[in-house]
């Protein structure tokens, strides 16, 4: 029991002192530690949204994959078949060119 007295009045000297060196009354340090609490709180449930949001768009993302990768192979196929067509032309041309040198 000597040592919880003991316990209990090393935390009072200390929280005493602590509050004398920030020139604080106890009211002002449980309305600050509050304040810190709430804005803490309010922080994490901003966090906890935001990466909730970010999960969601992951997870659309992913989702969104087979038709990014039908569109892209859709580009490829258009792209091979338009140099397939241009490419008698582009011959053509560097024979020209290379008469004129």
Same mark, same amino acid.
């Given at each position: 029991?000597?040592?919880?007295?003991?316990?209990?009045?090393?935390?009072?000297?200390?929280a005493g002192?602590?509050?004398?060196?920030?020139k604080e009354?106890?009211?002002?340090?449980?309305?600050?530690?509050?304040?810190?609490?709430?804005?803490?709180?309010?922080?994490?449930?901003?966090? /906890?949204?935001?990466? *909730?949001?970010?999960?969601?768009?992951? %997870?659309?993302?992913?989702?969104?994959? +087979?038709?990014? &990768? /039908?569109?892209?192979? *859709?580009?490829?196929?258009?792209?091979? %078949?338009?140099?397939?067509?241009?490419? +008698?032309?582009? &011959?053509?041309?560097?024979?020209?060119?290379?008469?004129?040198?």
């Amino acid at each position: 029991m000597k040592t919880v007295f003991k316990i209990v009045g090393a935390t009072a000297v200390v929280a005493g002192a602590y509050l004398y060196s920030r020139k604080e009354t106890p009211g002002e340090f449980v309305e600050r530690a509050k304040n810190t609490f709430n804005d803490k709180k309010q922080k994490a449930s901003d966090w /906890k949204a935001a990466y *909730d949001n970010f999960k969601q768009s992951i %997870d659309y993302l992913t989702a969104q994959m +087979p038709v990014v &990768e /039908k569109t892209i192979s *859709d580009i490829q196929r258009d792209v091979d %078949d338009a140099m397939f067509q241009i490419q +008698p032309r582009l &011959e053509e041309i560097s024979k020209y060119s290379d008469k004129m040198k």
